[in-house]
């Protein structure tokens, strides 16, 4: 995969022009929390290149942003989330992909025939911050299927695999039928995992997720993730990430035979600037 592409565009917001001045203030300020840090901790050259072949590694290994997604962005959403008008924003995580199939009405993410994992329908509605419904407003998915595992990014899954887009209907409601994913492990072995085991972690797994960007033109984009209420790791999440309003209602699917499980959450977008 295109690594730069893919930082680029994973937001899928026009690049903006970084503003020069911000970028000299935080970046010396950066510069100087570094210095401070390495003078506290008398860092050695020998200390300095391991650290620096670390950060290296991450990304020749593929790991991508993962390194920086578990210690760091749910801090920059929380950030993000302090004042906000609408519904909290969630880590993307390291495996978004632009370009995911655009679904028809009944919506059911692409999955193989024999796809494993109990039936789940996500299910909500899209309003503005004055309750307005939004209709065409799109819910842009992904999730891992039942082995914990991402298409595209993953070995011997189907392209786009549990990823897809949808749209709100003319009441602002969206249903799309998927699978129940499962906790999420991240590598072990890569760099990020033996710096995690270095730190004494006392597991690798996120709890269930399921990852959504919702756009629509007059309004903000909206990254975020949804935990189920009472799942394993929701309390201890490697990447510590899970906040109590980023919680689905899960229930079972009533009416309906077999397995099937409904999670239901409501998105209030803020109006562009
Ligand atoms: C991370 C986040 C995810 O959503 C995921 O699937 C894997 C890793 C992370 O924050 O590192
Ligand atoms: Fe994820």
Redesign the pocket.
């Known amino acids: 995969m295109d690594t730069h592409a893919h930082t680029l565009l994973s937001k899928d917001v026009p690049s903006k022009t970084p503003d020069q001045q911000r970028v000299k203030t935080v970046v010396q300020d950066l510069h100087r929390v570094l210095l401070d840090f390495m003078e506290k901790h008398k860092i050695t050259h020998e200390e300095y290149r391991l650290a620096t072949g670390i950060l290296v590694n991450t990304v020749k290994s593929g790991e991508e942003?993962?390194?920086y997604?578990?210690f760091l962005?749910?801090k920059a959403t929380d950030i993000g989330n302090e004042g906000r008008a609408g519904s909290p924003e969630g880590?993307?995580?390291?495996?978004y992909l632009t370009g995911a199939p655009k679904l028809n009405a009944p919506h059911t993410l692409p999955q193989r025939p024999d796809e494993s994992g109990d039936v789940l329908y996500f299910i909500g509605r899209v309003t503005d911050t004055d309750g307005a419904p939004i209709a065409g407003a799109e819910l842009d998915l992904w999730q891992?299927d039942a082995k914990g595992q991402?298409s595209n990014i993953h070995p011997d899954i189907p392209d786009w695999n549990l990823r897809g887009r949808i749209e709100t209907d003319a009441e602002g409601y969206y249903e799309v039928r998927t699978i129940v994913p499962p906790p999420?492990e991240?590598p072990k072995d890569g760099p990020?995992g033996v710096l995690l085991t270095a730190l004494g972690t006392p597991h690798f797994f996120?709890p269930a997720?399921i990852?959504v960007i919702v756009r629509h033109a007059d309004h903000e984009p909206l990254i975020s993730?949804l935990y189920f209420r009472g799942g394993e790791y929701t309390d201890n999440d490697?990447?510590h990430?899970v906040r109590d309003n980023l919680f689905t209602t899960f229930e079972p699917r009533s009416g309906s035979d077999g397995k099937a499980y409904e999670a239901k959450y409501d998105f209030v977008l803020k109006p562009k600037r």
């Open positions: 942003s993962l390194l997604d578990v962005e749910a880590i993307e995580g390291p495996f891992a991402y999420y991240i990020t996120r997720h990852h993730q490697v990447a990430a």
